[in-house]
């Protein structure tokens, strides 16, 4: 079993920032795949972003490409998601996932994470 627990969320102006960080416990941190994911009420989940287990690749939504930053301390157990030039459209709960078989082609895929974060709340005010 993997814990994952959110925090960074927040209200913040529309062109600000958040760092949203997720810190993990219950097995080897390293060997996970890690990803962003968001949800608006009425809407399916979205991913925002994911890392490989050892930070060497990361991919990201179109819609948050060149904004948002996904990276990982495996020494704290932690990944975290800068999110800089917030959009109301950013607006979203944001969760935290974790998976160790998932490969590259798969990770915008919530479908194939087994391990979620409760979620922390973003709001983008205009």
């Known amino acids: 079993q993997v814990q994952l627990v959110e925090s960074g969320g927040g209200l913040v102006q529309a062109g600000g920032s958040l760092r949203l960080s997720c810190a993990a416990s219950?097995?080897?941190?390293?060997?996970?795949?890690m990803g962003w994911f968001r949800q608006v009420p009425g809407k399916e989940r979205e991913f925002v972003a994911a890392i490989k287990w050892s930070g060497s690749y990361t991919v990201y939504a179109d819609s948050v490409k060149g904004r948002f930053t996904i990276s990982r301390d495996n020494a704290k157990n932690t990944v975290y998601l800068q999110m800089n030039s917030l959009k109301p459209e950013d607006t979203a709960v944001y969760y935290c996932?974790?998976?160790?078989?998932?490969?590259?082609?798969?990770?915008?895929?919530?479908?194939?994470?087994?391990?979620w974060g409760q979620g922390t709340q973003v709001t983008v005010s205009s």
């Open positions: 219950g097995r080897t941190f390293s060997n996970y795949v």
């Open positions: 996932a974790a998976d160790s078989h998932i490969s590259p082609p798969y990770y915008s895929g919530s479908y194939y994470y087994d391990y």
